[in-house]
C-alpha cells in the first residue's frame, strides 16, 4: 500500500502563494488517482482538489477553483497543491490522499473513498 507525506505548509499573507507537495512509497504512485482534503478545527475534512492517475483529469472544490492548481509528477512520485491569492479561510490543515479506484465527479469528492491519507501539514492566513 502507499504511505503519503505532506510537506510545504506555512504561514501566509492573504493574497499570498504557497505550494504544498506530497511524497508516496510503497506501492506503483501512477495506479493511484490522488487529491488534496482539508480540515478545520473540529469538523470534517473536506474536498479540495483532485488529479487522475495520469494527470489528465482534475477536478476543484468550488471555492478554490481558479485559485488553486493540483498537478502531479509520476516519476517522482509527487503530488502537488499550488495555492494563489489565498484568503484567511484557506486556513486548515491539509491532507493528501490516495485512491486506487476511477471515479465520477460525485464520488471524486467523498472523503470515505480513500483509505490512504498523510499526516497532514498546517497552512495558515494571515489578513
Request: proline share 2%; charged share 20%; hydrophobic share 35%.
Amino acid at each position: 500500500q502507499v504511505q503519503l507525506a505532506e510537506s510545504g505548509g506555512g504561514l501566509v499573507q492573504a493574497g499570498g502563494s504557497l505550494s504544498l507537495s506530497c511524497t508516496a512509497s510503497g506501492d506503483i504512485f501512477s495506479r493511484y488517482a490522488m487529491a488534496w482534503f482539508r480540515q478545520y478545527p473540529g469538523k470534517e475534512r473536506e474536498f479540495v482538489a483532485r488529479i487522475s492517475n495520469n494527470g489528465d483529469v482534475t477536478r476543484y472544490q468550488d471555492s478554490v477553483t481558479g485559485r488553486f492548481t493540483i498537478s502531479r509528477d509520476n516519476d517522482k512520485n509527487m503530488v502537488y497543491l499550488h495555492m494563489n491569492n489565498l484568503k484567511t479561510e484557506d486556513a486548515a490543515v491539509y491532507y493528501c490522499a490516495a485512491d486506487q479506484f476511477g471515479r465520477p465527479a460525485s464520488e471524486a469528492m467523498r472523503r470515505t473513498n480513500y483509505i490512504h491519507w498523510g499526516q497532514g501539514t498546517r497552512v495558515a492566513v494571515s489578513s
